[in-house]
């Protein structure tokens, strides 16, 4: 397996347990060794037709004398020949070998031939062929041997057992002199080319070829189904060595907290090219799993799938970055997202809701986008690890219900970064045979995100804080800009990192091959780190800096300053943006809206109880009860509503107050405690005003009465129900829902 350069990367022994390097048809014969195996062996090579009749009649003569095989005379031709057939040396084989050393000069020039000699050729023990030998013998290519190197190569293949270690090498030394001493002669070295090789010690033992990217090199032997051949791989090495070396380092650190494995994968985001593989800590790790390829190992995505929801949701209209999202407690069924600090904002931007990987506005943007249609896009992209249905992952699919590996990853990053268009990576180079890369799932050309989408995606993630040392990074004006998103998985069993920019793309996994969870594991603290350990020893091309803005695919919208939605008559501050352009418009602002008061504002007036001219329109925003209590705990105070007049007949008073959980129409199921009791529901409603008190009523039954926190628990037998609530000022909410009873604890999503 080479590098993306030809350096050797790994080399595997064939079958028959040699070092033996596949046919090369390309690869030239160094001249100095050339010259010193045809004056050793076949001095008239190049002028005889593949047999020396001199040498033969000679041999025939002596063999006689003898009464046994004592002459080769064999010439590069024969002994081709005699390698192929491996028959023993009779004088009847002899014969056979000259016919068809003979035909062998008919079929193949002379270079041809004396190729074939030297890849084939034994140089002892189980090295095969002169660029195996080069490599364990001396530790460099065949173009860089020495005279005496070459010398002693050229000697090996007539006496391969010479060189065997437990032998002395006083007998390789004479033959190598005696061959340097012949080259001497017919002038081909000169006199202190001469006497400096002869000093050169011989052989210093066997050295082993470079052992890189273990995991990419198995992988690929697998696919290749063991034929003997050159696998040229896109691996730059010098990074792979780097990279191999930088993980274990890091691994180092924090096998100290338990966390054992990492893995990374390094993509040249230009063209695809995978440049670095790094499937584990340490090949050699056995106590820890070092052989298992964590590039491959598919493991929970934690939030690291989330830009491709947003980015999803850009194309179809929900949102632009600028646009606020819903972030309350939310309940699907007995489902309820949770923010990793547990806290809500009630409204937060889209673009910090992705930065801050917030969970509630995420799954809420899921259940608005729809599962299966998500679902569809990560097959269709070759996230190869979907077992399930979009069904049974359900909505927790955003927040790392479903697996993918490190590769799913650099190919979902890499069309993200290539404007939607989703392609395959490759490994080995395309001049090569391209079998293996063919083999890969994703087949699409298909966009399928707009360019703006993407681009937009991309800003969002640019300005992620960096961990460590790196969190002032926009300080220095000299760093180089990543777009980049980490993810903890849940119950902490794995740290993701990805990030991106025009040249490069790095993905890196942190966690246990056990599954084993750890409190110290977390993405930006994790893998993070050493994303930007990467990313900070890749070279940069300032060409290259950040992604063009696409503004061929955007158009200008004037949306709501505040809400980041399309303005309305009623949204006091427009401003104008580039946007994505798209099939459904992004809807209207749905917080501003005009109402109609008395002229000193102090209370809300209709067309049945306005008295004459008396009355007059304002703009307010107005938020949803349940966003405007958290917006409220934030201490963001949004407009008062004036309430409306209360000598009214008609209107029945501003909402204040909202049931949040149940949902209407919620199906719920209630499973069992350990002990075999129903677990209780708890009934959450929030309200404006802080110091009123609800009432409780579950089906007419009086249930409770809560100030502050308004949260209600009890236990409800299977069918529907009516939850209501009622403020002290006599306002009004309820909720209708249905209860199941699950009989045993399996339920579990
Ligand atoms: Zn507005
Ligand atoms: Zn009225």
Redesign the pocket.
């Known amino acids: 397996m080479l590098a993306e350069d030809g350096e050797i990367l790994r080399v595997f022994l064939n079958s028959q347990e040699q070092w033996y390097f596949p046919p090369d048809p390309e690869k030239q014969i160094p001249l100095k060794l050339q010259k010193a195996l045809l004056t050793y062996e076949d001095r008239h090579f190049y002028r005889h037709f593949g047999v020396n009749p001199g040498a033969i009649v000679r041999a025939i003569k002596q063999n006689i004398d003898h009464h046994k095989i004592i002459s080769g005379a064999s010439t590069i031709n024969m002994q081709v020949t005699r390698m192929m057939r491996h028959k023993p040396r009779t004088l009847v084989n002899k014969i056979i070998e000259i016919g068809l050393a003979v035909r062998l000069e008919v079929y193949y020039p002379k270079d041809e031939i004396l190729r074939i000699y030297l890849e084939n050729a034994p140089f002892g023990g189980n090295i095969i062929g002169y660029q195996t030998a080069s490599y364990k013998y001396f530790n460099k290519p065949p173009e860089q041997l020495t005279w005496s190197e070459a010398a002693t190569l050229a000697v090996l293949p007539n006496a391969p057992g010479i060189i065997a270690p437990q032998i002395d090498h006083s007998r390789l030394i004479a033959k190598r002199n005696m061959l340097l001493k012949q080259l001497l002669t017919e002038s081909v070295i000169d006199e202190e080319t001469y006497t400096t090789a002869c000093l050169e010690t011989v052989i210093e033992g066997t050295y082993d070829f470079p052992f890189l990217a273990p995991h990419l090199a198995e992988n690929l032997k697998r696919k290749t189904a063991g034929e003997s051949e050159f696998i040229h791989t896109t691996i730059d090495n010098q990074a792979q060595e780097y990279l191999e070396y930088l993980v274990q380092d890091h691994l180092k650190f924090l096998k100290s907290q338990g966390i054992k494995n990492g893995a990374i994968l390094v993509v040249d985001n230009k063209n695809g090219e995978i440049r670095a593989y790094v499937g584990s800590q340490d090949f050699f790790d056995s106590v820890n799993g070092g052989q298992v390829d964590g590039v491959a190992a598919p493991r929970s995505s934690g939030s690291i799938l989330k830009p491709f929801l947003y980015a999803l949701a850009m194309d179809h209209g929900l949102l632009i970055p600028q646009s606020v999202l819903v972030d309350i407690p939310t309940y699907y069924g007995s489902y309820s997202p949770a923010n990793a600090n547990n806290t809500y904002d009630g409204l937060v931007t889209a673009n910090d809701a992705l930065i801050r990987s917030l969970n509630v506005p995420a799954v809420r943007l899921l259940k608005e986008y729809g599962i299966a249609p998500f679902y569809q896009f990560l097959k269709k992209v070759g996230v190869s690890h979907l077992y399930m249905s979009a069904d049974e992952y359900g909505l927790p699919l955003i927040l790392g219900g479903a697996e993918v590996s490190l590769a799913d990853l650099a190919v979902l990053y890499h069309g993200l970064s290539h404007g939607g268009i989703f392609t395959p990576l490759n490994v080995i180079q395309s001049d090569n045979d391209n079998e293996v890369s063919a083999k890969s799932p994703i087949h699409t050309q298909e966009r399928l995100f707009s360019e703006s989408a993407c681009y937009l995606t991309l800003e969002i993630l640019r300005e992620l804080k960096r961990p460590g040392a790196e969190y002032y990074w926009h300080q220095y004006q000299n760093q180089w800009p990543i777009a980049w998103k980490t993810g903890t998985s849940y119950g902490q069993r794995d740290a993701w990192a990805v990030g991106v920019s025009p040249q490069w793309l790095i993905a890196v996994w942190i966690g246990n091959f056990t599954g084993e969870p750890n409190t110290n594991l977390a993405g930006a603290k994790s893998a993070g780190t050493l994303l930007f350990d990467v990313y900070n020893y890749l070279p940069k091309d300032a060409e290259k800096c950040w992604f063009e803005t696409p503004y061929w695919d955007m158009e200008e919208i004037e949306i709501c300053t505040e809400t980041g939605y399309i303005a309305s008559e009623a949204c006091p501050h427009h401003k104008t943006i580039y946007a994505p352009i798209t099939k459904n418009p992004l809807k209207r602002c749905p917080y501003h809206h005009s109402i109609c008061v008395t002229l000193d504002n102090e209370y ?7 008295e004459g001219e008396g009355h007059k329109n304002i703009n307010v925003i107005e938020y949803p009860p349940g966003v405007a209590y958290y917006l409220q705990l934030r201490g963001n105070y949004p407009d008062r509503i004036p309430s ?2 209360p000598d ?1 007949q ?2 029945a008073g501003n909402k204040s107050m909202e049931i949040i959980y149940p949902d209407q129409d919620a199906y719920i199921w209630i499973p069992r405690d350990y002990d075999g009791n129903y677990q209780k529901i708890t009934f959450k409603a929030v309200h404006l005003h802080p110091d009123i008190k609800i009432y409780w009523y579950l089906d007419d039954l009086f249930l409770g009465v809560t100030e502050k926190h308004h949260t209600v628990a009890c236990t409800a037998e299977k069918g529907w129900h009516e939850l209501q609530i009622v403020d002290a000022d006599g306002q009004r909410d309820q909720k209708k829902f249905y209860i199941e009873i699950k009989s045993n604890l399996s339920y579990q999503k």
């Open positions: 809300q007036v209709c067309s049945r109880c306005w409306h007049n009214c008609y209107f």
